[in-house]
């Protein structure tokens, strides 16, 4: 039954916030603002989605939001030199994949806990977006480059077309793949793992490379939606990240996250923050909640790891 009530609170509470919201706003439930959300949102979710496989493994990743800032760049700059859209978006995927290789080889090779090897990162990404682009915009991008998050096919936003592929193929690879069993066995015991044979080293390296893949991705989009490459972009991010994963049933502690609760937990981050600028509350409230709901949703697992014990 608390496994259950884990499971479904998460979904409980984004029904409960959705009904709130359109009876406390005549502007929430329009086909304009609905799409809003999901444009605003599937950076997040993207990037949530990938933070699953890192924390379910017993790890994290603080430098997503540079990523972020990195691969857009990156992506832009393609563009600004006239290669296709498809090009940007491989050479952002791949520039991503090899900053979150770097991270796990870090932690793995030099043995450095997460939390420092992937802070570290993030200043050194940030610092070398900055380098890049000195610190300034690249912008004169192409048109068809905006329809990648701007756009629209038979009325549904373009960016929801990748995060239903992302989530199907991660949600596909966590439950039949090695990856996948590997990072819950991972997170849930460490040394038991490497006792049954797993190569922890090289599925750590593969769980961050995926993680940093889709930075990438989300990184992309994001430029698509500024239809700029800008070098602060993500800035934050991580936070909001991270609590998303947890507050869809996520555990800091390792061994469990869902891709549908990822889901779920962005889309409640996105309908907060979408209903406290409609209804007019500070956007510094809103960093408040977001962090108020993050020690909320931690205090509940750690409660439930407390009762099964």
């Known amino acids: 039954m608390r496994d259950l009530l884990k499971k479904f609170l998460p979904f409980a509470t984004l029904i409960a916030l959705f009904i709130g919201l359109t009876i406390a ?24 989605i990938g933070m699953t496989v890192v ?8 430098s ?7 691969t857009g760049v990156c992506g ?12 940007a978006l491989l050479g952002a995927i ?7 290789t770097v991270n796990g080889t870090a932690i793995v090779l030099l043995r450095i806990p997460p939390f420092i090897a992937t802070l570290g990162a993030l200043g050194i990404y940030r610092g070398l977006t900055l380098l890049i682009t000195g610190g300034i915009p690249i912008a004169n ?38 990856l996948g069993r590997y990072a819950y066995a991972i997170g849930s015991n460490v ?6 044979g797993i190569r922890i080293g090289l599925f750590i390296g593969l769980i961050y490379a995926l993680n940093g893949a889709l930075a990438g991705m989300a990184g992309m989009i994001e430029a698509a939606r500024l239809v700029t490459g800008q070098p602060t972009a ?4 991580e936070l909001r990240v991270i609590a998303a994963v947890v507050i869809g049933g996520g555990s800091l502690n390792g061994g469990q996250g869902t891709v549908i609760g990822t889901v779920i937990g962005s889309m409640i981050m996105g309908l907060l923050s979408n209903g406290c600028n409609l209804l007019g509350i500070s956007p510094f409230l809103q960093q408040v909640i977001i962090g108020a709901v993050i020690v909320m949703a931690v205090s509940f697992d750690e409660f439930q790891r407390r009762r099964m014990a």
């Open 25 to 48: 706003s005549p502007y929430f439930l329009t086909v304009g603002n609905l799409s809003s959300v999901i444009r605003q949102t599937t950076v997040i979710t993207i990037m949530a």
């Open 55 to 62: 924390i379910a493994s017993g790890a994290i990743d603080l």
């Open 64 to 70: 997503v939001g540079s990523m972020v800032g990195l």
């Open 76 to 87: 832009a700059m393609l563009i600004s030199n006239h290669q296709p859209t498809v090009v």
């Open 94 to 100: 791949l520039v991503g994949a090899i900053c979150g």
């Open 141 to 178: 991008l192409t048109h068809n480059f905006g329809v990648l998050a701007n756009g629209d096919v038979f009325g549904i936003p373009v960016p929801l077309f990748f995060l239903v592929a992302v989530a199907i193929a991660i949600h596909l690879t966590l439950r039949f793949t090695k």
């Open 191 to 196: 040394e038991a793992a490497r006792c049954s």
């Open 234 to 237: 993500g800035d934050g991010y």
